[in-house]
């Protein structure tokens, strides 16, 4: 009987340490393809990984948008500053995970992008994003 608790157990543990190893592997996943994103200038696939409402910080100006507003002042955005490339060179985070990169314009200009990212309900849905002038 003891044994079959052990067994029991340790069945458990493993279940519940490859779920969590499976939701990571998940939220890096999409914070690779939300990065993809911006590097195409795309906001409607950056939308994708948006819930109702999602935080945008936009050269100083911050504001809490509903998904729709928030992928049209994304367009508005990326229609102004055409992308060129995207790095990420610091990306991280346990709960929430981050992103932080430059993006760089086809008119030369470069900009600081912060990706915040967390579960919700299975799913990697972008929470806040922040976007500076360099």
């Not at 939701?23 to 795309?42: F, H």
């Amino acid at each position: 009987m003891k044994i079959l608790k052990i067994l029991t157990i340790s069945c458990l543990l493993f279940s519940l340490a490859a779920s969590a190893q499976d939701s990571d592997k998940a939220m890096n996943d999409a914070l690779t393809k939300i990065c993809s994103c911006v590097k195409e200038g795309n906001a409607t696939c950056i939308g994708a990984y948006f819930g109702t409402s999602v935080s945008l910080d936009l050269m100083g100006s911050e504001n809490m948008y509903g998904k729709e507003q928030a992928m049209q002042v994304l367009k508005d955005f990326f229609s102004k500053y055409k992308a060129k490339n995207f790095s990420t060179p610091h990306k991280g985070g346990q709960q929430v995970k981050y992103v932080v990169g430059t993006l760089l314009t086809h008119g030369g200009e470069s900009f600081r992008v912060s990706i915040f990212v967390k579960p919700n309900g299975g799913k990697a849905q972008v929470q806040r994003i922040i976007i500076e002038k360099e």
